[in-house]
């Protein structure tokens, strides 16, 4: 069954500096997303992203978040100086036009 | 404003029993999914049920979406089952999928 890959599994950072998170989502899949999930928390929806573009995006997506698709395959969260509170599970998704494919998630730590 | 609420919050089995979740949601809210999310952290599609019942195994669920809610029925339930089930929805036509706050499963020895 197609699978959404993300890396790394695991990120330690040290506060104000960038991560970059990646993604390759299914590959007939048209829309891509980032979702985050502070511990404990409810799945939150940060941006979604179709026809090389950002199509929605939430409160939280501010000019510290970045999302690109640098090629056909991989999509990208960009976080730049990032801020304790940026510690989170964070959820690359795509689908075709309902029914979600999530990948297994980046456990971003900030320190 | 858009709504998805699930109950209850948490759940505690016995490993073979049967359980049901419940999601509720609002009228802006299309498109319901259940996800399972393993002790690992790892989202699982379980189900993308808009309406009508699907089954997978010892897992099905049921939306009714004119009445506003969803059902996902655990049958025979092992401890494998625990974690934290979430529903979410798509708000009117859009991709943007919201999440409730989830039930808390354990099933015990």
């Known amino acids: 069954e197609p699978e959404v890959t993300q890396t790394p599994s695991h990120q330690v950072t040290q506060m104000g500096q960038e991560v970059i998170l990646r993604c390759v989502p299914i590959?007939?899949?048209?829309?891509f997303y980032w979702y985050r999930q502070i511990l404990g928390q409810k799945v939150e929806f940060l941006v979604s992203f179709y026809n090389n573009e950002i199509s929605e995006k939430s409160e939280i997506f501010d000019d510290q978040f970045s999302v690109e698709r640098p090629d056909g395959s991989n999509f990208t969260l960009k976080i730049r100086s990032t801020k304790l509170e940026d510690s989170a599970m964070y959820f690359c998704?795509?689908?075709?036009?309902?029914?979600?494919?999530f990948g297994s998630g980046t456990r971003l730590t900030v320190v | 404003g858009i709504q998805v609420e699930q109950s209850p919050p948490d759940l505690i089995l016995q490993e073979g029993a049967n359980s049901t979740l419940r999601c509720n949601f609002s009228d802006s809210v299309n498109n319901l999914q259940w996800f399972h999310q393993n002790p690992w952290g790892q989202l699982i599609n379980l189900f993308y049920i808009p309406s009508g019942t699907k089954q997978n195994g010892r897992l099905s669920a049921t939306t009714v979406a004119t009445e506003r809610y969803s059902l996902l029925y655990i049958s025979s339930s092992q401890t494998t089952d625990s974690g934290v089930y979430f529903c979410?929805?798509?708000?009117?036509?859009?991709?943007?999928?919201?999440f409730g706050t989830g039930t808390q499963l354990k099933v015990e020895l």
């Open positions: 998704a795509s689908s075709p036009r309902g029914g979600y494919t």
């Open positions: 979410a929805g798509h708000e009117g036509g859009g991709n943007k999928l919201t």
């Open positions: 590959s007939n899949h048209l829309y």
